[in-house]
T-cell receptor, first 115, second 110 residues
Framework: DVKVTQSSRYLVKRTGEKVFLECVQD?????MFWYRQDPGLGLRLIYF???????EKGDIPEGYSVSREKKERFSLILESASTNQTSMYLC??????????????FGEGSRLTVL | DAKTTQPTSMDCAEGRAANLPCNHS???????VYWYRQIHSQGPQYIIH?????ETNEMASLIITEDRKSSTLILPHATLRDTAVYYC???????????WGLGTSLAVNP
């Protein structure tokens, strides 16, 4: 069964802390995504990676960075967490378009609370 | 840029068909329509997608209007487990630009 695993379902951090959210996929997918999901705002793309060490900014990259050193792992980093980064964070992966239908496979999400 | 608009919420009786609309009047010719659903406390799950023709799979049917400005996801016999938020999404075909709607919260009632 295909799987996208996010390291933590629930995290509580303090303002100013550095936060790492880890995501691992076991499907040999080239594309990986980080979204945040907030009530009334839907899914908003933070960063997208189409290959190892390759990344593109999404719609709301400010305050975030990412790392993709291995194909299966895509990390989201909050350098200095702020209360407005309290949210649900969703990781997803997909094949490149030419190799499949392009459907995204999502992890179960990481709910981050910044106090 | 394409944009998707969905009703905020809908109700459906168990066993009846659930018809969830999505408006994407600014869609371009090479952009696909995708549908996902999200059950509480889980990540979204892919349901179906299409370009021009109607599509059907074991989960649902997708009806796309001839002008492609809107589509309808049909769950033919809704069950209580279909209670979820359903998202319409436009994909330019390379996963580089994905336009998500805000979702329709479907409540299937006994």
């Amino acid at each position: 069964d295909v799987k996208v695993t996010q390291s933590s379902r629930y995290l509580v951090k303090r303002t100013g802390e550095k936060v790492f959210l880890e995501c691992v996929q076991d499907m040999d997918h080239e594309n990986m995504f980080w979204y945040r999901q907030d009530p009334g705002l839907g899914l908003r793309l933070i960063y997208f990676s189409y290959d190892v060490k390759m990344k593109e900014k999404g719609d709301i990259p400010e305050g975030y960075s990412v790392s993709r050193e291995k194909k299966e792992r895509f990390s989201l980093i909050l350098e200095s967490a702020s209360t407005n980064q309290t949210s649900m964070y969703l990781c997803a992966s997909s094949l490149v378009w030419a190799r499949g239908t392009g459907e995204l496979f999502f992890g179960e999400g990481s709910r981050l609370t910044v106090l | 840029d394409a944009k998707t608009t969905q009703p905020t919420s809908m109700d459906c009786a168990e066993g009846r068909a659930a018809n969830l609309p999505c408006n994407h009047s600014t869609i371009s010719g090479n952009e696909y329509v995708y549908w996902y659903r999200q059950i509480h406390s889980q990540g979204p799950q892919y349901i179906i997608h299409g370009l021009k023709n109607n599509e059907t799979n074991e989960m649902a049917s997708l009806i796309i209007t001839e002008d492609r400005k809107s589509s309808t996801l049909i769950l033919p016999h809704a069950t209580l487990r279909d209670t979820a938020v359903y998202y319409c999404m436009i994909n330019a075909g390379n996963n580089r630009k994905l336009i998500w709607g805000l979702g329709t919260s479907l409540a299937v009632n006994p």
